[in-house]
């Protein structure tokens, strides 16, 4: 038998010196993988039976084949070890990759979202200002002098829609000077078609209305809800429809209304049709700044058959000028009539808040002036009316917007002033009460 010398003490010395360094290292670190870090009890005692072996230089054949095989096991032991730790980084890696992509996908969706409401909101502040200045025109009789620009609040709403105008009823609650959509809120519905990038219709408390669209841009049909008319020569379903002009510059130059009449059937739907009725025209001109300076409705008489003439009943002319804060609106009316022509001036103060309304015939005979008084919010407290220099009445506004348990918003309280100046007789308008004062004690009586 030949004997070999050998020496393995290097590269074991190397192999032992790496798993007791491992060995130290784990005992001394919180195992943070759990049980899947390099050090191994069981290949640290295989390398200790190495070493308790024949330590001498000199070796059988048995027990080199018996080393190599040993250190072939701890060379294989190490590599599943560390082929299992770099498995394990891959992993993490791909979790930290799949994690940043579906960050970054939700980021980008989020981003894309943002810029599609954003471009909404610009698309219904482009479009929108028009067709509600147009609604405002045909449905209300106060004449409409300046209208606030839309805003974008934030990133995801609109501002509210204000028009300051001149109200001819001064006995409502609130502000009357002042009209206000909030476009926001629930109450306000807009109906949008994406595909041709129109908006269909509005339903907000002031109206509630659907738009068609001629090719021509300058042309705006607006729908009115349907009713059913009950006149002496028989029932009638309506369909009332207004054609809305434009000029370049977007303002509203002219409104014919319309009257489609349509026979009722027996379960009052619409039937045969009857006959087209133009009811209303209103015409509007501008100065270079985009105010009214001219207004003028032209009523025609009401029709119920085919056969009746269309004619003519009456015209309006307004001509609205400023002095300072102060609007003069001249009212001349075709057939003349000098009791109702005349004068109007609406006073605002500096911030724009009504401070009262007057208005003088003609004929002199009508010099009545409306004073106004306003409470902490800024609403209407109290009107007090006057005829040719003596306050004869008044209306107190009593506001619970406060309560959400109140059955009513607001109450109104109607108060008649004597020849001495003071009220002795008050009604309640919303409760149907009353009460008078003691003339000597100045005291006020209960409700009745």
């Not at 000028?321 to 001249?330: A, P």
């Amino acid at each position: 038998m030949i004997r070999l010398k050998l020496n393995y003490r290097p590269v074991l010395l190397i192999f032992a010196g790496l798993l007791l360094y491992t060995q130290s290292y784990a005992q001394s670190t919180t195992d943070t993988l759990r049980g899947r870090n390099i050090y191994n009890p069981e290949l640290l005692k295989l390398v200790e039976s190495i070493f308790s072996d024949d330590t001498s230089d000199v070796m059988t054949q048995q027990q080199q084949d018996s080393i190599q095989a040993r250190l072939k096991l701890v060379q294989d032991s190490i590599e599943t070890r560390l082929r299992f730790i770099q498995d394990s980084i891959e992993a993490r890696l791909r979790f930290i990759q799949d994690s940043i992509e579906a960050r970054e996908k939700f980021i980008r969706d989020s981003i894309q979202r943002r810029q599609r409401i954003l471009d909404s909101l610009n698309f219904l502040r482009a479009e929108l200002p028009r067709l509600i200045d147009a609604s405002l025109k045909t449905f209300y009789e106060d004449i409409i002098i300046y209208c606030d620009k839309l805003w974008i609040v934030g990133d995801s709403t609109l501002s509210n829609y204000s028009c300051r105008k001149l109200p001819f009823k001064l006995n409502e609650p609130f502000q009357p000077w002042k009209l206000t959509l909030n476009l926001s809120d629930n109450p306000v519905k807009i109906n949008v078609d994406t595909i041709r990038n129109k908006i269909l219709s509005i339903k907000s408390p002031h109206f509630n209305c659907s738009y068609e669209y001629r090719k021509r841009n300058n042309i705006v049909r607006i729908n009115e809800q349907s009713t059913i008319l009950n006149k002496r020569s028989g029932k009638f379903y309506s369909e009332p429809f207004d054609s809305v002009f434009f000029d370049r510059k977007g303002n509203v130059v002219k409104i014919k209304r319309y009257n489609k009449f349509y026979q009722v059937t027996g379960n009052y739907q619409r039937g045969a049709p009857l006959f087209l009725h133009l009811s209303q025209v209103k015409q509007f001109t501008y100065n270079a700044n985009n105010l009214i300076i001219k207004h003028q409705v032209v009523n025609f008489c009401d029709r119920w058959s085919k056969q009746d003439e269309r004619k003519v009943c009456n015209i309006v002319n307004y001509t609205l000028s400023m002095q300072g804060k102060t609007y003069i609106l001249i009212r001349q009316n075709d057939p003349v009539n000098d009791f109702s022509s005349g004068t109007f001036r609406f006073e605002f103060d500096n911030i724009n808040r009504l401070k009262s309304v007057s208005f003088k015939n003609v004929k002199n005979t009508e010099d009545r002036i409306c004073f106004i008084d306003l409470n902490n919010d800024g609403n209407i407290l109290r009107y007090a009316y006057q005829n040719n220099g003596v306050v004869s009445n008044a209306l107190i506004i009593n506001y619970f917007t406060d309560n959400p348990r109140a059955k009513h918003k607001f109450e109104t309280i109607s108060c008649t002033y004597e020849e001495d100046g003071v009220s002795y007789y008050q009604r309640n308008n919303t409760t149907g009460k009353s009460r008078v004062r003691n003339r000597l004690t100045g005291e006020w009586g209960p409700w009745k």
